[in-house]
C-alpha cells in the first residue's frame, strides 16, 4: 500500500463515474437517477482535483468549486421539476411520464 | 498511512455508491448517497484540496442532500419501494461498469500524463483559489451568482399550486 499516485485516483473516478452511469440506465426511478447523476459529478470533480493537485494548479479546484454550485442549482430545480410532476401524474418512474414520447 | 486511508476511503466510497444504486428504498439510497459525498471529501482531503473538502460537505452532505431527503419525504415514495430493478437495465449498467472500468484501467496508465508522479507539495489553499474566483475568474464567479439568483426564482415559481 504505498502512496497513491494520480493514476490510482483516475482510476477511482473512473469507477465511480461508471457506477453512476449504470445507476442512470437500471433505475427507473427519476429521484434515484438524479442521485446517480449526482454521483457521475462527484466523480468527474474528483477527476479534476486529482490533476489539479498533480499538476501543481490550483484552477481545476476553481472549477470544481463551479462545477459543485452548477449541481446544486440543478438538484433544486430538478427536484421542483419532480415535485410538480408528482403533482400531475401522481408518479415519479422515468417510464410511466410520456406525453413527449412519439 | 496515506495509502491505507486512500485505499479505505476509496471502498468506502464504490460501496456505498453501488449501494445507491441496488437500494431499493430512496431514503436508504440518499443515506448512501451522503456516504458516497462523505468519502470524497475525504479524498479531496487526502489529496490537500481541504477547502474544497469543507464545501463539499457544506453544499452536498448538508444542503443537497436535505434537499433529496425532504422531496423523498414529501413525495412518500413508500409504494415505489417494491418495484423491481429491470434485469436488462441491470445487465447494461453492469456491461457499462465493466466496459467503462476496464477501458480506465488500460487508458489511464498508458497515458501521456504522469500517473506515476508524485503528488505536488502543498500550497494555501483556500487563499490562492480565493485569489482565482476574485481575480481570474471574477466573471464566471459573478455569472454563477446570478444562475443561483435565476435557479432561485424558477424553484418558487415551480413549486407554487398556481401559477
Redesign the interface.
Known amino acids: 500500500m504505498g502512496t497513491p499516485t494520480l493514476g490510482h485516483y483516475l482510476v477511482l473516478s473512473g469507477l465511480l463515474f461508471a457506477i453512476g452511469l449504470a445507476g442512470v440506465i437500471a433505475r427507473r426511478d427519476l429521484l434515484i437517477m438524479y442521485m446517480c447523476l449526482e454521483i457521475m459529478l462527484n466523480a468527474a470533480n474528483l477527476s479534476l482535483v486529482a490533476f489539479s493537485r498533480f499538476t501543481q494548479q490550483v484552477r481545476g479546484e476553481v472549477f470544481v468549486f463551479f462545477v459543485i454550485t452548477v449541481a446544486a442549482v440543478e438538484v433544486a430545480v430538478g427536484l421542483a421539476l419532480l415535485v410538480s410532476l408528482y403533482r400531475m401524474k401522481r408518479t415519479t418512474k422515468a417510464e410511466e411520464i410520456t406525453a413527449l414520447k412519439f | 498511512m496515506?495509502?491505507?486511508l486512500?485505499?479505505f476511503l476509496?471502498v468506502v466510497?464504490?460501496g456505498s455508491?453501488?449501494a445507491?444504486?441496488v437500494n431499493r428504498s430512496?431514503v436508504a439510497?440518499?443515506l448512501s448517497?451522503v456516504t458516497?459525498?462523505l468519502a470524497?471529501a475525504g479524498?479531496?482531503g487526502?489529496?490537500?484540496?481541504y477547502?474544497?473538502a469543507a464545501?463539499?460537505v457544506w453544499?452536498?452532505a448538508g444542503?443537497?442532500m436535505v434537499?433529496?431527503l425532504f422531496?423523498?419525504m414529501?413525495?412518500d415514495?413508500k409504494a415505489?419501494e417494491a418495484?423491481p430493478?429491470?434485469t436488462l437495465?441491470?445487465g447494461?449498467?453492469?456491461l457499462?461498469?465493466i466496459l467503462?472500468?476496464a477501458?480506465?484501467?488500460h487508458a489511464?496508465?498508458a497515458s501521456a500524463?504522469?500517473?506515476?508522479?508524485?503528488?505536488?507539495?502543498e500550497?494555501n489553499?483556500a487563499a490562492?483559489?480565493g485569489h482565482?474566483?476574485f481575480g481570474a475568474?471574477l466573471l464566471?464567479f459573478e455569472a454563477?451568482g446570478l444562475?443561483?439568483l435565476v435557479?432561485?426564482v424558477?424553484?418558487i415559481v415551480?413549486?407554487k399550486?398556481d401559477v
Not at chain 2, 487526502?46 to 484540496?49: D, S, T
Not at chain 2, 500524463?113 to 507539495?121: D, K, Q, S, T, V
Request: aromatic share 12%; net charge negative; hydrophobic share 65%.
Open positions: 496515506e495509502g491505507f486512500f485505499w476509496a466510497l464504490l455508491a453501488v445507491v444504486v430512496p439510497s440518499a448517497l458516497t459525498i470524497l479524498l479531496f487526502l489529496l490537500g484540496a477547502f474544497l464545501v463539499q453544499v452536498y444542503a443537497v434537499l433529496f422531496i423523498v414529501l413525495l415514495l415505489e418495484a430493478i429491470r437495465g441491470m447494461a449498467g453492469l457499462t461498469v467503462l472500468g477501458g480506465f484501467w489511464i496508465p500524463w504522469e500517473a506515476n508522479g508524485a503528488r505536488a507539495e500550497a489553499n490562492s483559489i482565482l474566483l475568474y464566471p454563477v444562475l443561483l435557479a432561485m424558477g424553484v415551480l413549486s399550486r
